[in-house]
């Protein structure tokens, strides 16, 4: 046999091998970007995040992630959303994920310098006013149910009336899911406990970013213990990590009547579980999945989705976004109107943003029988009357 001949054969050969594998990876495996505000172990947001990206690797066919965690100035300074971009691009990822709402101008940026690549922003809503292009989707969870709960257990709970509520920094996310445990907490103050409004003291700190930052936000430690200190029993938890749980924790180890729930994340009550009335968190799967699988096969499109609960079953991890986990410290009688109260938010009976409501300034929100629009609780500008803390 010639040895042109034997040669042909063997490139022949070699290219019937590697051929299918190659097909194989491009056809079959799409990888997705998570860019991660936070550590992907913080008990909190990041790890909502974290874990459900790890089970869209297990549920949805040939998925594989990359992911960035801990992109905020104080841990990447001086990198940018779209050079973490960039990277993530360059190992083959076709949709990148940005978790956090302050990467809302370098996902824009990030989105028109990449056109081919899909690009899913966690809050914002620029996919609702068209200051991108198509290949830039929104997805948020409606914890404004998942806050109502929380407010409701701590005024359930609470023997002062005095409820804290420790905030991140300040933006219509954050003012609206803050006045919706306040009306929680005044709903169950005032409905279910006959109680006077004036008696319920619900204050707002803000401690100036999603987690404690050394030397540019508020330490979130000694704020809550200031609050706990100033007569407050109860501290719900705006931000990402646990930090109001485990300061109540150790006052109950001491035998202080106080208690707190954490956010985000569903197993957030195993940092002091002794001290934890509940936690509302999201549960990123359904959203992830939709959007994931979408890419995947080709039929993305432009979209803001705002998921909700799943009122058959708040914690059933396949379809509801917003779940609640009752804390071991919540009592018997406490859950008993928890549990109704659920269930009038789930059939509609029970709408807390619906009027007459004033703003903190005194104007007019909502007039006597006005119901909010999702337009106005998603753009809330100001706190709520009844409320005590900065709301700019």
């Known amino acids: 046999m010639k040895k042109a001949t034997i040669i042909g054969m063997l490139l022949t050969a070699l290219c019937f091998i590697a051929a299918p594998g190659i097909a194989r990876e491009t056809a079959k495996t799409f990888t997705f970007g998570l860019l991660m505000v936070g550590p992907a172990n913080d008990h909190g947001w990041s790890q909502a995040h974290f874990e459900a990206a790890k089970e869209i690797e297990k549920e949805v066919a040939h998925t ?23 990277d993530l691009v360059s190992k083959g990822a076709r949709l990148i994920i940005g978790n956090s709402d302050d990467m809302k101008d370098g996902m ?16 914002g809503d620029d996919a609702l006013h068209g200051k991108t292009g198509n290949n830039l989707s929104n997805l948020m969870g409606r914890m404004e149910y ?25 933006n219509a996310e954050t003012r609206r899911l803050t006045a919706s445990a306040f009306l929680g907490a005044k709903y169950a103050w005032t409905k279910v406990l006959k109680k006077p409004a004036a008696d319920l003291k619900f204050k707002v700190s803000w401690i100036g970013f999603w987690f404690n930052i050394p030397g540019v936000t508020s330490d979130p430690t000694l704020v809550t213990k200031q609050l706990l200190d100033s007569g407050y029993d109860v501290v719900i938890s705006g931000i990402d990590t646990t930090e109001a749980l485990v300061m109540a924790g150790q006052r109950r180890k001491t035998g202080k009547a106080v208690w707190a729930i954490p956010y985000d994340f569903k197993n957030a009550c195993n940092e002091a579980p002794d001290a934890c009335l509940g936690v509302p968190y999201f549960n990123w799967l359904p959203g992830y999945k939709q959007f994931i699988t979408a890419a995947r096969d080709g039929k993305w499109k432009k979209q803001f989705v705002w998921l909700g609960p799943d009122w058959k079953d708040i914690n059933n991890p396949e379809t509801s976004s917003i779940g609640f986990v009752e804390g071991r410290a919540l009592g018997k009688n406490q859950r008993a109107a928890l549990a109704t109260f659920q269930h009038g938010l789930a059939d509609g009976s029970i709408n807390l943003f619906t009027g007459p409501l004033n703003f903190q300034d005194g104007s007019v929100f909502l007039k006597k029988g006005e119901t909010a629009t999702d337009e106005q609780i998603w753009n809330l500008p100001k706190l709520l009357e009844g409320m005590e803390g900065a709301g700019k």
Do not use: C, Q
């Open 146 to 170: 998942g806050k109502m709960m929380a407010g409701f257990a701590a005024a359930m709970t609470s023997k002062t009336g005095k409820i804290a509520y420790l905030g991140p920094l300040i």
């Open 108 to 123: 824009r940026e990030a989105a028109m310098m990449h056109p081919d690549i899909y690009f899913l922003h966690i809050s």
């Open 64 to 86: 594989k992630m990359l992911y960035i965690d801990k992109v905020n100035p104080a841990d990447r300074p001086g990198i940018t959303i779209p050079m973490l971009v960039d």
